[in-house]
């Protein structure tokens, strides 16, 4: 991290706007993808046959494709947002990657995504925003726990979520659901407006206690990742 990030980031926190927490300990990892889409992963019981989802796409999949090339294993991208569709559709993308025209939430129905106020930006958001809300797409979403019966999937290895804000409620679904992932990478949005640092607090607390140990966090504090640990070390 670099001073000047380092010097933002201590005025976010003295403001309340930002918190530090650190990994609950060390493990073997690895970092797959480009700077700004990658994420760091513990490799040790990924292979071919791993179930892998990976929610918001958007117009970076370097980390999709990373894991794919590495150990030829099929992930599972999952982003309704017309403009990542289409950027997927003209990467000419490996084969073990199967595109979802689907978003993920706390319910099974449709849900209005607001688009970002820069347009040359993808990323769209079930969040309030005010700014755009006049332009709000319709977009499916189902339940992690409907989406796994549908694909036929009992267990998930790897759970990456970068979904603008939703990932507070798919966390306490999760929680709800039973469902526990071998390791969950998740990115918080406690910078949007409305949301702030406790949400992202309690999510991060409802994780551990589900029986996780935090791993890694980015140095911009907005990418965690989290691994399963033995039922006997919780």
Not at 104 to 133: C, K, Y
Not at 165 to 189: K, T
Request: proline content about 6%; glycine content about 8%.
């Amino acid at each position: 991290m670099d001073v000047t990030r380092s010097i933002k980031q201590l005025v976010k926190v003295a403001l309340g706007r930002e918190f530090f927490i650190r990994p609950d300990k060390a493990y073997p990892k690895e970092r797959f993808g480009s700077r700004y889409g990658g994420w760091d992963l513990v490799t040790r019981d990924i292979g071919p046959d791993s179930v892998i989802y990976s929610f918001g796409i958007g117009e970076d999949a370097s980390f999709d494709v990373g894991v794919i090339e590495r150990f030829g294993v099929t992930v599972h991208g999952f982003d309704p947002t017309p403009k990542s569709v289409a950027w997927v559709q003209s990467q000419g993308m490996p084969p073990q990657f199967v595109m979802h025209v689907l978003g993920i939430a706390d319910f099974d129905g449709e849900i209005s995504f607001n688009p970002p106020e820069n347009p040359d930006h993808v990323s769209h958001t079930m969040l309030e925003r005010p700014s755009t809300q006049a332009k709000a797409i319709t977009v499916p979403v189902e339940r992690l726990s409907t989406i796994m019966t549908r694909l036929g999937h009992a267990h998930i290895d790897v759970l990456k979520m970068d979904i603008e804000g939703a990932e507070y409620d798919v966390v306490n679904d999760l929680r709800r659901s039973g469902i526990r992932p071998g390791q969950i990478l998740i990115e918080f949005h406690h910078r949007f407006p409305g949301v702030g640092v406790d949400k992202s607090k309690d999510a991060i607390a409802t994780i551990r206690a589900m029986g996780y140990h935090l791993y890694s966090v980015s140095a911009t504090n907005e990418e965690f990742c989290f691994i399963r640990v033995p039922q006997q070390m919780h």
